[in-house]
């Protein structure tokens, strides 16, 4: 069988359309207007194709070709919601590439023998709710219904409400439908491939992700007229929170990171010593015991300049999420069908989260990586050249294919 390569630009394009930003990015931020223009538009492919489509009381999207064994289906699939402005790949590649195979089955009128599945997740990026990968994470059973309906978002509407608005609270339940195998094809959304020639990334391992969110509170006063020994300056304790949450990470090494994303002062005036920061500190690691350490040492930083500022500090654990390590014998395969079509490709780790570390906790899943130009994503000049998406697309084909025919038996 040969994808259409064609159909699957085309589609990314037409997708691209609904929120384009002034910059040439995309803003879907999920559930408002423009995600719900972008599921509508999924859906109807989905129906166009012949597919069952089915809504789970999360608001997450399947679209299923039923097979000889009705059941557990290979399921592939992402998200398409963005961040503020995002590009045009970040998870909407994959779901297309999902949709786009299943329809290759369609077309050449073969009947799979399992179900074949492609799910848009709701939530995935967690700009607007809290946490990120939400839907994934309450398909899974990491978060139940009824609390994450109950998640209030940036702009002060529950998630139950605006599903209600969107028109995507489903009938289905969370979970009711446990995959043969999960594959999530994705842009890597970093430097490693590029930069060393690889076309197709097999990946192992999900980071761990730790997010705190961080409050220092000092005296806000007049900056002419308070001696610098005397003030209670809460930005000068943000600013030495995010050299030390730099140095922490390179301290740790073997791959830990450390980002403060978020620092927001109150008053947020020229002439006005901050009485006030809050700020987020983002910690990964793929490994467990290192990610504790990074906290445990955020934490000690934390008191010490408190101490020495003579500032108090609330803190909020955002999200909390342990590495994952997918199924061996899926990314072998993976492996084993790059190796055959590309040549080029490596065994590797994910920097970044995904839906796929969510589904790893209910059935065999693992990840296919593709080329991002300059390693840019989460942003409008996110790119990964056609060749490299008709190459990932095409090992997402073969590996559904050799999961069909009883690769994991």
């Known amino acids: 069988m040969k994808l259409n390569t064609d159909r699957i630009h085309d589609r990314i394009a037409a997708l691209a359309e609904i929120g384009k930003t002034s910059e040439g990015g995309a803003r879907r931020i999920a559930l408002t207007d423009e ?40 399921m592939m699939g992402s998200h398409i919601d963005t961040v503020g402005n995002g590009g045009h790949l970040d ?5 297309i590439s999902g949709l786009e195979v299943i329809t290759t089955y369609v077309e050449n009128n073969i009947t799979p023998k399992l ?31 009824a609390s994450a309906h109950d998640i209030v978002s940036t702009d002060g509407q529950t998630l139950l409400e605006e599903l209600i608005r969107a028109n995507y609270l489903g009938t289905m339940e969370c979970g ?19 930069n060393e020639n690889i076309f197709i990334g097999a990946v192992e391992n999900v980071q761990g992700i730790s997010w705190t969110g961080v409050t220092f509170r000092g005296q806000a006063n007049h900056a002419g007229t308070t001696p610098m020994h005397m003030r209670k300056d809460a930005g000068l304790a943000a600013a030495r929170l995010i050299v030390a949450v730099n140095e922490i990470a390179e301290s740790i090494g073997d791959g830990q990171v450390g980002t403060v994303g978020v620092i927001s002062p109150k008053p947020n005036l020229v002439n006005v010593v901050p009485g006030e920061v809050y700020m987020t500190v983002d910690l990964r690691n793929s490994d467990e015991e290192k990610l504790k350490a990074a906290e445990f040492m955020l934490n000690e930083v934390i008191e010490y300049i408190c101490d020495e500022d003579g500032v108090r500090v609330d803190m909020e654990k955002l999200v909390r999420f342990e590495p994952v390590k997918f199924d061996d014998r899926l990314v072998d395969l993976i492996a084993d069908v790059a190796k055959e079509k590309v040549t080029f490709y490596k065994r590797m780790n994910s920097g970044a989260g995904h839906d796929a570390q969510m589904m790893a906790r209910i059935c065999p899943s693992a990840m ?31 590996t559904v294919m050799r999961l069909d025919d009883g690769y994991l038996g």
């Open 35 to 74: 995600d719900k223009l972008g599921r509508d538009l999924l859906v109807s492919w989905m129906k166009d194709a012949g597919l069952d489509v089915a809504i789970d009381k999360i608001g997450n999207i399947f679209g299923t070709l039923k097979g000889e064994q009705n059941g557990s289906p290979i």
């Open 368 to 398: 296919i990586f593709v080329p991002s130009k300059d390693g840019i994503s989460h942003n409008p000049k996110e790119h990964t050249s056609r060749k490299h998406l008709d190459s990932g697309a095409e090992v997402l084909l073969e």
């Open 176 to 194: 009711s439908v446990i995959p043969h195998a999960f594959i999530e094809l994705h842009i890597e959304q970093g430097p490693i491939l590029e």
């Open 115 to 145: 179900d074949l599945c492609v799910a848009i997740f709701t939530n995935e990026e967690g700009v607007r709710f809290l946490p990120d990968m939400l839907g994934s994470l309450v398909y899974a059973g990491g978060m139940g219904v």
């Open 91 to 95: 998870g909407c590649y994959g779901v």
